[in-house]
C-alpha cells in the first residue's frame, strides 16, 4: 500500500508533470493550477498522504468557486510517486496565484500543499515570500540542499501535521453534520407530540428556542466524542464509551446550562454521543456505510444492558428507563445501542432516504420516518407519560396507519400531533432515533 | 560521448533544475543560474563537470537553471540531457555507466 519510490521515478514523474502542463497550456491558453503534496523521502503516497491531497483539492476548488473562478478543466494522478492534480483556470494568473498562495499559507496543512501557477505564456508565477521549512521555519530551499534534517524527522513531522488536520476534519465535520442532525430533528413538521416549528407538543417547558440551543451547546461535545474515539481506536471497542462517559455527563450540564435547566437532547448526548465515538473508530471512508457505523457503535455498547439494568429491581431502580426494565422488561435506549440501532437501518433510515429521493420535503419523509420508529420501538417516553399497555395501541395504529400510506399525509400527522397533544404524548426516544437517521443520511452524503 | 544536438532535461519545479545542452565550441562552456547560487554555486558547478567529464563530455555549452536541487538530481539530469542529446529517449541507463 505504501511503496518507496527512487530518485529516478521522481524525476520522471516531474516531468511528465511539466509535459501535461504544456499540453494544456497550448489546449486552452489558460493559466492552470499545479498541485503536489511536498512529502520528503521515498515514500510519496499513502492512504494519509492521499487524504491530506483530497482535503487540499477541495479547498482549492471552493476557494475558486468562492472568487468566481471558472475551472474549464482538471485532471488528477494517484501513483506511487504521488497525488498530482492540474486544474486549468479561467482567470488572471494573478488572481489564482493570490488564492493559491493564500491557501500554501494559511490551510492547516498548506505547508504539505505545492500550488503552482502557471500562466498561458508558460512562465510560472514566483511567491512573494520564500517557502519556509516545516521543521526550523528557514528558507525551505536552504535547508533542502543542505539536507538540514533528516529523512526521519522530516517524515515525523508530515505525519503528525496529517494526522492533527485530518482528525481535526474528521471531528469537526461529524461535529457539524451530528448538530445539523438534531436541528433537522425538531424542525421537522408537523410531528407528533414534539416540539416542531408549529408547537410545542405535549410539552410546556420546553421550544423550539430551546431545542436550538440545546444543539448548539453540544456541538463541542459531538467533537470530543469522535476524537476520544479516535484516540482509544486501537483498545476494545466498550473501552470507548467508558472514555467518554464523564464527557456525556458534563455535555448533560452544557444541555441544561444552555436551555435554562430543560432536558431536551438527553437520550441524543447517549445515542449521538455513541455514534460520533464510532465514527473517531472507524475509518473516514466507512463514514458512508451505516452498517458500519451502527456495527461500530453496537460494539461500543456491547454489555451495557447487563452492565447497568441487570439485577435491577422496582425498588432500587434511579432512572426511567431502570424502572422500566426492572417492570416490564423494555430495555431502552441501552438496548437498541447494543443491537446497533435495529430499527433505525430496518426502518428509519430506509423509509427517511426513500423519501428523499422520491422527491419529498424533509418534512414529509421526516415524520414519516419517525412514525416508522415509533411503530417499531418500545419508546420509553411513550411508556413514561401512557404506561405500556397505551404505548403498546398506539404502534400498532401507526403500524397499520403506515402499511396503508408509507408516506402520511401533512393533514394525517397533525391530526395525530392532535391527539398527541391531548393525551399528553410525546415519542422522545422515536425522535432520537431519527437523530440518527438524520446524521446517517448526512454521512452518506458528506463527501471527503 | 559527443553532443550532437540540443537536448534538455529536467524542470523548473522547486528542488529540481533543468539542464539543456547544445554543440560546443571545443571546451565546456557552463551558463548556470541557481536559487542557492551564494551557498551552493562552487558545489553545483563542480558536479556538473564531473559528471560530464565521467560521460567523456569535452564539447558542450551546457545551460542549467536550478531550483535548489540536491547533486544526484542534478548529476540524473545532466546525464538525462546528455543522452538525449545522443538520441537515447528510453529506458535512460540511470547511473548504469556512470557509478
Known sequence: MTQTVDLSQVLEARERRVYRQQALIEQYGLPLVSFSMNIAGPIKNSPLIRRGFLLGKRTLLTQLKLFGIAVIHQEQTDAVTGCEGLFVADAKPERVKRITGAIEDHAPLGRLYDMDVIGADGAKLERPEPRRCLICGQPARECARSRAHSVEELQGATRTMLMTALNDDDAQTAARLATQALLYEVCVTPKPGLVDRWNNGSHRDMDIYSFMSSAAALWP???????????????????????????????????????????????????????????????????????????????????????????????????????????YGVTGVRGEAEKGFPTVLAYGLPVLEAGLSQGKTPDEAGAAALL????????????????????????????????????????????????????????GGSADLLSLCWMLHFLREARI | MEIKQPAVAGTLESSDCMVTVEPGQGEIELDLDSVVIRQYGRQIRKVIHETLDRLDVKNARVTVVDKGALDCTIKARVECAVYRSNGIKDNLPWGGVIK
Open chain 1, 221 to 327: 461535545y459531538f467533537e470530543t466524542c469522535v476524537k476520544i474515539g479516535r484516540k482509544t481506536a486501537h483498545q476494545p471497542a466498550p473501552q470507548t464509551l467508558s472514555a467518554l462517559r464523564w464527557h456525556g455527563v458534563q455535555a448533560e450540564c452544557d444541555m441544561l446550562r444552555a436551555t435554562g435547566g430543560v432536558n431536551t437532547h438527553k437520550g441524543a448526548v447517549y445515542s449521538m454521543g455513541l455514534l460520533c465515538g464510532a465514527l473517531g473508530r472507524l475509518n473516514r471512508e466507512q463514514w458512508t456505510e451505516p452498517l458500519a457505523v451502527l456495527t461500530e457503535t453496537a460494539a461500543m455498547a456491547r454489555g451495557s444492558v447487563e452492565r447497568e439494568l441487570r439485577g435491577v429491581t422496582d425498588e432500587t431502580a434511579s432512572t426511567a428507563g431502570q424502572r422500566f426494565f426492572a417492570l
Open chain 1, 372 to 427: 416508522a420508529l415509533l411503530a417499531h420501538t418500545a419508546d420509553t417516553n411513550m411508556i413514561a407519560r401512557g404506561g405500556m399497555k397505551r404505548q403498546g395501541e398506539i404502534r400498532a395504529k401507526i403500524e397499520a396507519m403506515l402499511r396503508a400510506a408509507p408516506y402520511p399525509a401533512k393533514e394525517t400527522v397533525q391530526q395525530l400531533d392532535e391527539a398527541f397533544m391531548a393525551d399528553n404524548l410525546s415519542p
